[in-house]
Every structure is written in structure tokens, then in C-alpha cells.
């Protein structure tokens, strides 16, 4: 019964495809699991859209949307038909191809990446040999959207928000590919079923995520700080900086382009997060040995969720950074620490089994992290703040 | 020679011609961009993921990245007045002719020298790997040399001079 829940969307899958002929099953299947993709993604955003505004509004001591429906629940549909009913409007100077592109590249590339994620027990769309460096091959290229849709406005704001998010996505780019190297050292595959299935075993009722050793830990922090960067959320939303921006890229979309790039963000969020899980925290495997029962989508989700609801408490919590702290903190404090944890990593796969590779693991880490901020704190000089007004 | 090659091949010439014959020097980088894409395509539909996902992550990751930062920091994204095209195209023409026919000639020979093979050997990325750090780690690890020297001297070169005659 277990088993048969686990596997309940394979089997509905092949029930379904089992009335066309043979000759349409892989393809029927492929396309079966585009539609559920399409589908639930953006569903989970309607739903992430209203979680995120009334967790917003208790943070900040208020009620976020009640008017809509029982407790506001239905507000991402009266959001939705707005979206479509408003007037799509294009500026007059604007480069109209290139910003009638630049949603549907964001939305396509975004949407690509879930291809290669696991979401379950054989629940993944296409097993690559080379999941994870598809999975960045597309992220690569919604930078690109970016930068598309910035230019093609002719607005300062929207060209300024596009430099400030092509910079920031490629710098913290580099910190991501880095900490997900650092998984691919230890598991010896870039197949993302592999990496979950390296992590899928217990010694007694504790699981060996990778996050639960030295190595993971860091590189999961720094995986998380980049990943935040590359969707650009709070605390690093300077490309859409409203009180500096405006908007950011997107001030001069209206109407339903503006919802897809909203929507592109979300997915770009939900998709950072599962590869996260992928790595780091097991995918879909359970948290004890005793929880194996319950099916592996619902784990997958569940810790998707967790990610989004940690994204949104950041959000309620921390102030923006200002762009030359961003920089630095991308350049000096993250890369270098990764590159670090890279050779932590390398340590950790040679010293081989015992408790002496835990120890000195944990001893450069701790040492390196100490030694940076410190080197860190003392180059400011902290002091009381200095301003200056308009004369 | 399936279809999805010719659709590939037209694809990645559209882009290659639209590149150099567009105006607009940012359309340009787009049209590029197109190229790159069709020419990733055509490595994975030879089964070389690891090589068509490369050149996506590369070429259009970074090389393209920088092409519009190149462009969008010096201004050059203005319509130039008297036209882009450059008056020594017929020159141009010439070499791009006479490399193309060196390329066309190592292709005709290669067929000649490594006759076909019947099955095409199965690389995984696996293997790949191990090629690099094995086999040929000396050329990999003179490559990021080279690049963490030119990293260097590109820091060198925009950093602040900050002793300054007065």
C-alpha cells in the first residue's frame, strides 16, 4: 500500500497511457509529465503568493489579504484575472521584439530546469547523465532574460535594475556552480537521481545527508546565500529595489507580462530550492529511517516548502543590502570560502572512515570562518555613522 | 542526415548571418546568442551532452554575457551614423572564404585518415572526467594558469592607482 502511494503519479501515468498504442507510450509519458510540471509548479505559486503575504503581514504586526475567499485564499485568482484583463502596454521607444521576448525566455529556461529534478522515488521528468550541468546550462541563461528585458525598455531604471541583476546573478553564480561542485566531489556523478540515491541510506535511524557533514554544512550555507542572490530575494533584491528603482527590469511590463515575470521569480525560487534539497538535503528521502513509509513526493514538497518559507522569513527580517557590500561580500567572504570548503571537501573524501576527518574538517572551517571575520571586522572601522544632508 | 539537423543547421547560420548583418549592435549579440544555441543543439543531437551543455553554460552563460556588458558600458548600443559595415568587407570576405576552405579540406582528409565507425562508443560525462584529471591534466592545469594569470593581470589593470602625482 505504501509502495503503491509512493509510486502513485507513475501509475497513474502509465494507467493513462496505457490507452493510446504502443508506438505513443514513451511519447504520451514525456508529455504526461510536462503537463504536471506545468501544472503544479504554478499552482504551488498561487498558493506560495498568498502564504508569503500573509506571513509577510505577521511579521510586520498586520493581516496581509483577508478579502478574497475563507482567510484571502483565493486572492492569487482575482490577482490572476487582473493580470489579464489589464491593458498590456508597450513604451513607445521600447524595442518591441526583443520585450515581447524577454517573459517567455525567463518563463521557458526557468521552466526547464525542473526537467532534471527529482521530485520523488522515479519521479524525474529526464535521468541525464549530466543532470546538474543542464540544470546550470539553463539557469545561465535566464540571466540573459534579464538583460533582454532591462535594454529593450529604454527606461534608466529598467537598464540600471538589469546591470545591477546581470552582476550580481553572475557573481553569485560562480559561488553556486562552486558549492555544488563540492557534491559532485563526493558522490562521483552529476545525475541528480545518483546524488539523492548516494544519500539515501541510514546508520541506525540517521540519515547521511550530505548537509549533516563539515563540508555540506558550508557548502549548503553558501549554496543558500548564492541561491537567494540568484532569485534575487531579499536581503539581495537590489535589482528590483523599489525605493531605488522603481521596479528594477520590469518596470515596463504591464498586464500578463508582468504576471510572467512574477511568476518566473517564483519558479526560479521553487526551483533553487529543490535543487538545494537535491543536494544537501537528501531530495526525497526521509528524514529517519522510520519515516520511509510516507511517500517520497510529500518529503520532496515538504522540504521544497520549508526552503520557500525560510526564503519568506528572510524577507520580513533583513534590511537590503547596498551594492558595493553585495560585491564584496560575493568576492571576498563567499567565493574564498568556498574555494576553501572545495579543498575541505577533497580532504574529507581521502582521509577515509573515522572520527579524524570529522575533527580536522570542522577545525579548518571553524578556523577559516573566524579568521575571515575578524580580518573582516577589523578592516571597517565601526564607529557611529556619519551623514550627510542635502545643502 | 535527419531533418532536425537540417532545422538545426538553418538555425545556427540564421543566427550566424543575422549577426553580422543586423544593425543594432545588442540585436547582434542576441542573434549570436541564437547561434550559440543551435550550435549546443547539434552537439546533442550527436549525444555529446557534456559538450552541448558546456557550450551552453559557457557561450551563452558568459561569452554572451560579456559581448552586452562589453557594448552596454561603452555606449556602442547608439546607432552609429554612417553605417556599420565596414569598407574592407571584400578582404573579409576573402579570408573568411580561405579559412572555410582549410576547415572543409581537415574535414574531407579526417574522413579519409579515421575511416567510419560502425558503432559510435558511449562517452559518459564520467569518462570525460576521468580523461581530464587523468590523462590530460597537464594541458588542464596549464589552462588555469593561464586564466588565473590573465584573472591577475585583468585585476591589475582596473585596479585604483591609489599614489598619484599631484
Known amino acids: 500500500m505504501a509502495g503503491k502511494l509512493d509510486q502513485i503519479f507513475i501509475l497513474l501515468r502509465d494507467w493513462l497511457a496505457h490507452f493510446l498504442p504502443a508506438a505513443l507510450r514513451p511519447a504520451a509519458e514525456v508529455v504526461l509529465g510536462v503537463i504536471a510540471i506545468v501544472c503544479v509548479f504554478p499552482g504551488l505559486f498561487a498558493l506560495t503568493t498568498v502564504f508569503e503575504r500573509k506571513g509577510l503581514g505577521r511579521i510586520q504586526n498586520r493581516l496581509g489579504p483577508n478579502r478574497v475567499g475563507p482567510f484571502g485564499l483565493f486572492q492569487p485568482v482575482a490577482d490572476g484575472i487582473k493580470a489579464l484583463i489589464k491593458e498590456d502596454i508597450v513604451p513607445f521607444s521600447a524595442n518591441a521584439g526583443v520585450h515581447f521576448l524577454a517573459p517567455l525566455v525567463l518563463v521557458v529556461t526557468v521552466f526547464m530546469g525542473f526537467a532534471v529534478l527529482p521530485m520523488g522515488r522515479n519521479m524525474v521528468l529526464v535521468n541525464m547523465d549530466s543532470g546538474l550541468l543542464f540544470y546550470f546550462a539553463m539557469g545561465a541563461a535566464t540571466e540573459l532574460s534579464v538583460f533582454m528585458a532591462g535594454w529593450s525598455s529604454r527606461n534608466k531604471y529598467s537598464l540600471l535594475g538589469a546591470m545591477r541583476a546581470v552582476a550580481q546573478m553572475i557573481s553569485y553564480e560562480v559561488v553556486l556552480l562552486l558549492s555544488a561542485v563540492s557534491v559532485v566531489m563526493i558522490s562521483g556523478t552529476l545525475s541528480l537521481p545518483a546524488i539523492v540515491a548516494s544519500q539515501n541510506t541510514y546508520s541506525g535511524i540517521w540519515p547521511h545527508w550530505y548537509i549533516f557533514t563539515p563540508w555540506g554544512l558550508a557548502a549548503f550555507v553558501m549554496y543558500a546565500i548564492a541561491g537567494t542572490a540568484e532569485t534575487n530575494r531579499s536581503p539581495f533584491d537590489l535589482p528590483e529595489g523599489e525605493s531605488e528603482l522603481v521596479a528594477g527590469y520590469h518596470t515596463e511590463y504591464s498586464g500578463f507580462k508582468f504576471a510572467l515575470f512574477f511568476l518566473g521569480e517564483y519558479l526560479a525560487m521553487f526551483s533553487i530550492s529543490g535543487l538545494g534539497t537535491t543536494l544537501f538535503l537528501g531530495g526525497w528521502s526521509a528524514p529517519f529511517s522510520f519515516l520511509t513509509l510516507i511517500p517520497s513526493w510529500i518529503w520532496f514538497f515538504g522540504k521544497v516548502m520549508v526552503s520557500i518559507f525560510v526564503f519568506i522569513w528572510m524577507r520580513g527580517t533583513l534590511p537590503r543590502l547596498r551594492q558595493d557590500q553585495l560585491m564584496n561580500f560575493a568576492w571576498k567572504f563567499v567565493l574564498p570560502f568556498t574555494l576553501l570548503d572545495l579543498l575541505v571537501t577533497a580532504l574529507w573524501r581521502f582521509m577515509g572512515e573515522g572520527w579524524a576527518r570529522w575533527v580536522v574538517c570542522t577545525v579548518i572551517l571553524v578556523a577559516a570562518y573566524a579568521v575571515m571575520g575578524c580580518l573582516g571586522l577589523s578592516r571597517k572601522d565601526i564607529g557611529p555613522r556619519s551623514y550627510r544632508y542635502a545643502e | ?166
Open chain 2, 1 to 166: 542526415m535527419s531533418p532536425i539537423f537540417y532545422i538545426l543547421a538553418v538555425l545556427t547560420l540564421a543566427g550566424g548571418l543575422a549577426s553580422v548583418t543586423l544593425k543594432h549592435l545588442v540585436h547582434c549579440a542576441l542573434a549570436v546568442t541564437v547561434a550559440f544555441a543551435g550550435l549546443a543543439l547539434l552537439f546533442l543531437q550527436l549525444d555529446a551532452q557534456f559538450a552541448g551543455f558546456a557550450q551552453i553554460l559557457v557561450y551563452i552563460g558568459a561569452v554572451v554575457i560579456l559581448i552586452v556588458f562589453a557594448i552596454l558600458l561603452t555606449r556602442g548600443s547608439d546607432l552609429p551614423k554612417e553605417g556599420v559595415f565596414s569598407k574592407t568587407w571584400p578582404v573579409g570576405l576573402l579570408i573568411a572564404a580561405a579559412v572555410f576552405a582549410v576547415l572543409g579540406w581537415a574535414v574531407l582528409q579526417s574522413v579519409r585518415a579515421v575511416p567510419q565507425q560502425a558503432a559510435v562508443p558511449a562517452v559518459t560525462v564520467r569518462d570525460i572526467g576521468i580523461a581530464l584529471v587523468g590523462r590530460y591534466v597537464l594541458p588542464l592545469e596549464i589552462v588555469a594558469l593561464l586564466l588565473t594569470a590573465a584573472t591577475i593581470g585583468a585585476v591589475i589593470v582596473a585596479m585604483h592607482e591609489k599614489v598619484r602625482s599631484r
